[in-house]
């Protein structure tokens, strides 16, 4: 075949397989089976009223707080999604609308050839039948050249005609192309930039209620834990870890005390990743050896308990000595009350929404848990509440928004067997298990800017996620 026919073939297989795409394609793309346009939805209105039952959880180790909303449905983000979608269909017909106005141009020119060539044959056509009428007049040879040329150029026809038929179709959807630009414009300019901008406000403006709600009614009462998250593997079997609560959200500062007793070095890191790099930022080397594992950092000093005593050290990081101490009227120590693991585990220092708590068995309570509200800055006892719950029954604890809750264990099958509620003054058992995942917990502490635990567990520094269940109202609910 000759050059000229080569391009027209090629051209002809991207015209077929284009129009076979733009019939079979295009109308479903678009929505166009018909030619009727739905309307677009009214806009949701909004109850004045609102209540919210929100589920909040720790998901991270970075100090971030997620809180899941059970909100009644409103949809406000609804038209959202179809305006995004709009948009997106728009540009597309208008990118297949330029590429159909390109190909249209080249279809144009190829056809100008076409009927060029088409002249050309019907003259060469005239010319044989001249020919063929006084055939022998001329040389055999010059009729079979021509004979070889007029077979060579017969096949355009069929072509010739098909380039109309694509000619024709091209016109017809650069219309519909058109007809459909100016119809999603419309609609476009129907739901207007002023919808989507005004339904996003509301989306802001529901946000900062809902965290404003959440900063008023901060506590909740446990329904789940979830984990563990394995941070890091380092240390001996026992230690703790932690971050300050009352920490800006911009310091995760991470404190790190491997060991139960005989140690007095504190190692801090910057951030969570630098924890788990390894890369210390500063260490303290503290004026007396700790007791146990249950110290806690809150509001940029560290409180725990003194080796071989009950009195509670309270130590500041940033002036690098000991602000307060005090000793806790009698609370058993050096393994009299510890917990099921031992460790020198008889005063467990901890901290939640409401401040700084104690937690401890006396003889005057029959080894059972003592809680007392510490004050943070003079460690004096301000109230204390007496439990029937053995101490050296309990696996570890924590304290949420001002209850306290006992898990059964500190080794396989743990769960949290036992709560009570400082604010009422009751108790309940419960039945939340988690997973002990290394076999051996402790350390077990709440951290309630992250709402998260902290747990040590055989070498392994963990995080469990809590969901708290929280009842929260608008000003306008009676």
């Known amino acids: 075949m000759s050059p000229p026919l080569l391009k027209l073939g090629a051209v002809l297989s991207t015209m077929a397989m284009i129009s076979n795409w733009m019939s079979q394609t295009l109308p479903s793309l678009v929505g166009l089976n018909t030619t009727r346009m739905s309307t677009p939805d009214t806009l949701t209105q909004i109850s004045p009223k609102e209540g919210w039952q929100v589920y909040s959880s720790a998901q991270d180790p970075d100090g971030r707080c997620i809180c899941t909303v059970v909100a009644p449905e409103q949809n406000l983000c ?48 005239a010319k ?19 004979k070889e040329k007029m077979d060579e150029l017969l096949p355009l026809i069929p072509v010739l005609e098909q380039y109309k038929t694509d000619a024709k179709l091209i016109t017809q959807f650069k219309e519909e192309i058109r007809n459909l630009s100016a119809v999603l414009t419309g ?88 924890f788990v790099s390894g890369a210390e930022s500063r260490t303290y080397n503290l004026p007396f050896k ?13 409180y725990f308990n003194k080796y071989q005593s009950n009195i ?17 009227e009698y609370a058993g120590f050096h393994n009299v009350y510890p917990y099921t693991w031992g460790g020198f585990s008889d005063i467990d220092l901890m901290a939640d929404e409401i401040g700084l708590w104690a937690v401890y068995a006396t003889n005057q309570n029959a080894g059972n848990i003592v809680i007392s509200q510490l004050n943070q800055d003079t460690l004096e006892v301000m109230k ?4 029937g719950y053995p101490k050296r029954s309990a696996g570890e604890s924590f304290m949420i928004c001002g209850t306290l809750y006992v898990t059964n264990s500190h080794l396989t099958g743990a769960k949290v067997y036992y709560s009570y509620s400082t604010k009422t003054s009751t108790y309940e058992y419960t039945d939340i298990p988690f997973h002990n995942q290394y076999f051996h917990i402790s350390m077990l502490d709440y951290n309630a800017r992250d709402r998260a635990l902290y747990a040590w567990n055989n070498g392994h520094q963990v995080l469990f996620n809590v969901t708290l269940f929280h009842i929260i109202k608008t000003e306008d609910d009676t």
Request: aromatic content about 8%; charged content about 30%.
């Open 78 to 125: 609804s038209r959202d999604a179809k305006s995004r979608q709009l948009r997106q269909l728009l540009e597309k017909v208008q990118n297949m609308s330029q590429s159909i106005e390109v190909l249209n141009l080249r279809t144009q020119r190829d056809f100008q050839y076409v009927l060029k060539m088409e002249t050309q044959m019907k003259g060469l056509k």
């Open 128 to 146: 044989f039948r001249q020919i063929e009428d006084d055939r022998k007049t001329l040389m055999t040879k010059h009729f079979q050249e021509l």
């Open 187 to 274: 609609i476009q300019e129907e739901i207007g930039a002023y919808d989507y901008e005004e339904l996003h406000q509301r989306v802001l403006s529901l946000e900062t209620r809902l965290r404003d709600c959440m900063k008023k009614l901060t506590c909740g009462k446990l329904m789940k834990i979830t984990g563990p998250i394995t941070v890091k593997t380092s240390g001996t079997r026992f230690g703790a870890w932690m971050t300050d609560p009352l920490a800006s959200e911009k310091n995760n500062r991470v404190w790190y005390m491997d060991s139960y007793t005989n140690n007095k070095i504190v190692r801090e890191y910057k951030s969570i990743a630098d």
């Open 290 to 302: 700790w007791a146990g594992t249950n110290h806690v950092v809150y509001n940029g000093s560290l």
């Open 312 to 328: 509670i050290i309270k130590y500041s990081f940033d002036m690098g000595r000991v602000l307060a101490q005090r000793s806790l």
């Open 384 to 387: 204390s509440w007496s439990t």
